[in-house]
């Protein structure tokens, strides 16, 4: 007897579009059938039902029936595939054979159900594996590529136990750390002096030639060319300099270079140039990349250049690429994507009750570098550039505006974490940043004063935390002057006395070739200001090499920084080159960062780390030392998901003909959200790449990809619970259950 729920899947298919079912009709190709008739000779089961069945349903029943009788084996993994086990615990608890017997499933229970692929600037992408492999079988069409067969290959060997997961050790994981130095390593900085040298020579040629004018780096007349030079070395050491003459171009960008980009990549530069993509790479972070290839560190920069080098698949996208962040697109007096109702068009970010994000209206808009993968790009195709500083600086408006934020953040309910960024929050200069800071304060003690006036159970929750988000320590650690660590310190004592308890930095190296001496000089001054820095990075294809991410946390806890989050790539096809799949997160969440675990023991003790900065360095040491880590795993592995929040908590239900993974999320329990989310669903999001081409490239950038074979097993996730350290303190009185700011229809 049919299973009613796949007869329903078959009504569904009989309505897709003619363009689909013509795709049926497409033969496989030689590739596609050579991996056919090993996937049908290692699993003879399947090969019988696909051979018996008279048609697709009939395939799939078979092939349910099967693998419910497999996944019947094991109880605990039959309720989470029903959705009456989940949680973290019971996710660790599954075993390898059970992960592949749920991915089929839902495989089977997603059957024929269609997508807007925004990778294909919204096609219409449809599931149905079990059915394309039949048709493989009985007609040789279908279309699947060798991707896709690939994939199921590996599926059904971990399904037979075929394939096994074979974890690797802590000496095995510390081997991968060890091929990525730091930016400590003096034959590193050896390198980076020269790189040094030799822009600083380009600038004064240049400027020289006319070619670049500065008002305020300028050499007077008649000195030498090695007088020149030491008054540029001393320009070196301001963050200005860097700034005023970022490139803006592909042929200086090439010249600063040594003109060691290949034609290839020129090709492609005065491609995005043509097509409007900007430019904005300033001389420190230049000096980073290597010029000559080290043979002591080959490849070792790649993390860095791919965040400045465009790819062509960026190029190609550029002019259609959409907001992955549904909450960027705001319009007043209309709810964002989570519902919450803003003040301003542009000045407020808003998902989470508890946050909220403050963009001002000054140069903080504006950063001090652009990445390639930056989520910005869809608003750079209108012209809204956030590179054009003079333009960037604060509007006579910005003063009311700014005024209207805080009446806004001081009539909230929910509200207990600010987060003040851009751009970039340490863009601002001094005085802007001190007034945005003062005015937070101001509205902290307002918020407490107002809540002497209400009962308990309806008091508003009152100001904890203050963060400022910046790469300016990764970009340009000249930035952190004596100046600023003042304004920092004074505001952390003046909002102490008010109740605030955290004062985070919250910054972006992406690798540890990013930590130089310059980024470390500047991290100590911070943190002798009193404030805690964390670090999110993003797992690109190039920092997500086995042993990149784990080397970075144990480098970052060195110079007294904890890791915050782990993000997987955001967007679509324009992110295609950087983009590393949702198992390879998942795969280095268990297989890699495992080992810098803080067991429950330790957590009361890094939970007090914060309130005592200043000793971070040691703290961290101590504790490493005490819990025997090669680092401290305080970041959560999470994809930043359009309108649900930051999660990893997934199942792989489909999978296209070319192999890419389908992946449908739900949001993170373990932390509160606008109601909203009850009436949002979960969130599907169809993968730029299949593991067979993420592993190609992995391969093409000198990989040995053996070592990641586990990789193709992991189609779960659940999101990691938060590191004690990032909890809200707790209030001494009951905050109302009341949201103000909030419209969910």
């Known amino acids: 007897m049919p299973d009613t729920k796949v007869l329903d899947q078959q009504r569904r298919r009989d309505d897709v579009s003619l363009g689909i079912k013509e795709l049926d009709k497409v033969a496989i190709c030689v590739k596609s ?81 269609e997508f807007a692929d925004l990778n294909l600037r919204g096609e219409v992408a449809i599931t149905n594996p079990i059915k394309l492999i039949w048709l493989a079988v009985t007609y040789g069409t279908g279309g699947a590529m ?37 930016g400590f390593d003096p034959r590193i900085v050896q390198l980076r002096e020269e790189n040094k040298e030799r822009i600083l020579r380009v600038i004064i040629k240049l400027i020289d ?61 005065y491609r995005a140039e043509k097509a409007g993509i900007p430019f904005f790479l300033n001389p420190y972070y230049l000096s980073l990349l290597h010029v000559r290839v080290p043979y002591f560190a080959i490849g070792a920069d790649l993390a860095i250049r791919d965040y400045i080098i465009y790819s062509n698949h960026l190029v190609e996208e550029f002019g259609h690429i959409v907001a992955w962040e549904k909450e960027d697109l705001v319009e007043v007096g ?15 970010h808003r998902r989470y009750p508890e946050v909220a994000i403050l963009i001002p209206d000054t140069v903080g808009r504006a950063c001090g570098g652009l990445c390639s993968s930056c989520q910005r790009l869809y ?92 790469r300016l320590p990764v970009y340009i650690p000249q930035r952190i002057t004596n100046e600023l660590i003042k304004i920092l310190a004074e505001f952390k004592a003046k ?39 964390t670090n999110q990075h993003v797992l690109t294809t190039a920092s997500s090499r086995r042993g990149h991410s784990a080397k970075l946390r144990q480098v970052l806890n060195e110079i007294g920084i904890l890791s915050y989050y782990c993000f997987s790539v955001k967007g679509y096809m324009e992110n295609y080159h950087n983009f590393a799949t949702n198992a390879r997160a998942i795969q280095e969440q268990m297989e890699e960062k495992a080992f810098g675990r803080i067991l429950e023991k330790y957590q009361d003790s890094i939970k007090e780390f914060s309130n005592d900065a200043e000793k971070m360095v040691d703290n961290i040491a101590d504790l490493r030392k005490s819990a025997d880590l090669p680092f401290l795993a305080t970041d959560r592995n999470v994809l930043n998901l359009p309108g649900v929040g930051k999660s990893l908590t997934f199942r792989v239900i489909g999978i ?31 993968e730029s790449k299949s593991i067979s081409e993420y592993l190609k490239h992995l391969e093409d950038i000198g990989e040995n990809i053996s070592e990641y074979e586990s990789i193709w097993g992991y189609s779960l996730g659940e999101t990691e619970k938060r590191s004690s350290i990032y909890e809200y ?6 905050v109302t259950s009341k949201m103000t700011n909030l419209d969910v229809g």
């Open 334 to 348: 209309k709810p964002n994507a989570a519902g919450w109702l803003l003040p301003t068009r542009n000045n407020v």
């Open 209 to 269: 030639k006319g070619e670049l004018n500065s008002n305020r780096f300028k050499f007077e007349p008649g000195i030498s060319k090695e007088q020149k030079y030491l008054e540029a070395l001393k320009w070196w050491d301001d963050h200005v300099f860097h700034l005023n003459f970022a490139v803006r171009s592909p042929d200086l960008l090439n010249e600063l270079l040594g003109n060691s980009l290949d034609p290839d990549t020129m090709k492609i530069l």
């Open 146 to 182: 060798p991707y896709f067969f690939e994939d199921m290959l590996q599926l059904f060997r971990q399904l037979s136990g075929v394939s096994e997961l074979k974890l690797p050790n802590l000496k095995k994981v510390e081997s991968w750390m060890e091929r990525f130095p730091s």
């Open 495 to 533: 909002a102490s006395e008010i109740g605030v308890k955290q004062f985070v930095i919250q910054t972006h190296f992406e690798s540890s070739m990013e930590v130089t001496p310059e980024a470390c000089d500047g991290i100590k001054r911070l943190i002798s200001a009193g404030w805690t820095i």
């Open 379 to 470: 608003d750079f195709q209108s012209g809204h550039l956030n590179f054009n500083l003079d333009k960037l600086k604060p509007k006579e408006t910005w003063s009311e505006k700014l005024e209207i934020l805080m009446q806004y953040f001081e009539q909230d309910s929910q509200l207990r974490d600010i987060l003040i960024t851009g751009g970039d929050a340490l863009m601002s200069s001094d005085k802007s940043l001190k007034k945005i800071l003062d005015a937070i304060c101001e509205m902290a003690l307002r918020k407490k004063e107002a809540n002497k006036t209400r009962k308990n159970g309806e008091k508003y929750a009152e100001l904890m935390r203050v963060r400022l988000g910046t």
């Open 656 to 686: 296209t003909r070319y192999g890419r993974r389908i992946l449908e999320f739900d949001h993170d329990a373990t932390r509160v959200h606008s109601p909203i989310i009850r009436k949002m669903g979960k969130m599907v999001i169809i």
């Open 33 to 113: 059938h050579k991996l056919l008739k090993q996937l049908l000779k290692e699993n003879p089961k399947l090969d019988g039902l696909m051979r018996n069945a008279h048609n697709e349903i009939e395939a799939l029943v078979g092939v349910k029936n099967w693998v419910m009788e497999i996944l019947g084996k094991s109880p605990e993994a039959l309720k989470y595939y029903q959705n009456a086990g989940e949680g973290r615990k019971t996710f660790e608890a599954l075993k390898w054979k059970d992960y592949a017997a749920i991915r089929l499933l839902d495989y089977i229970d997603n059957a024929g159900r």
């Open 729 to 734: 303190p707790q209030y001494d009185f009951k």
